[in-house]
Nanobody, 117 residues
């Protein structure tokens, strides 16, 4: 059974940092593209960042230069380091793992990030 479990969310003030973690189990972690998405109240879920199997990363314009995604294949974990947080970063953050080759797409349960001004 595949599981993605996020942790590290919380309440911080504007300008502070948080690091999210997503621990995966039940899957061949290294062959998946891993991503972090977020969904704010009343808005659609959007891609924040993803990282390919070769380590190539991609970021939304709104977080470029502030957030960094990384993966540790030995620990089956993907991270999102979030610096210089802004109130508009407030959302539920979801971990995603997808494999086009296998046709699989998995989601975590989400972790709340709240940034106060």
């Amino acid at each position: 059974q595949v599981r993605l479990v996020e942790s590290g969310g919380g309440l911080v003030q504007s300008g502070e940092s948080l690091r999210l973690s997503c621990a995966a189990s039940g899957m061949a972690f290294r062959i998946y593209v891993l991503g972090w998405y977020r969904q704010a109240p009343g808005k659609q879920r959007e891609l924040v960042a993803d990282i390919r199997t070769d380590g190539i990363t991609n970021y939304s314009d709104s977080v470029k230069g502030r957030f960094a995604i990384s993966r540790d294949n030995a620990k089956n974990t993907v991270y999102l380091q979030m610096n210089s947080l802004k109130p508009e970063d407030t959302a539920v953050y979801y971990c995603n793992a997808k494999s086009l080759r296998l046709g699989n797409n998995y989601w975590g349960q989400g972790t709340q990030v709240t940034v106060s001004s």
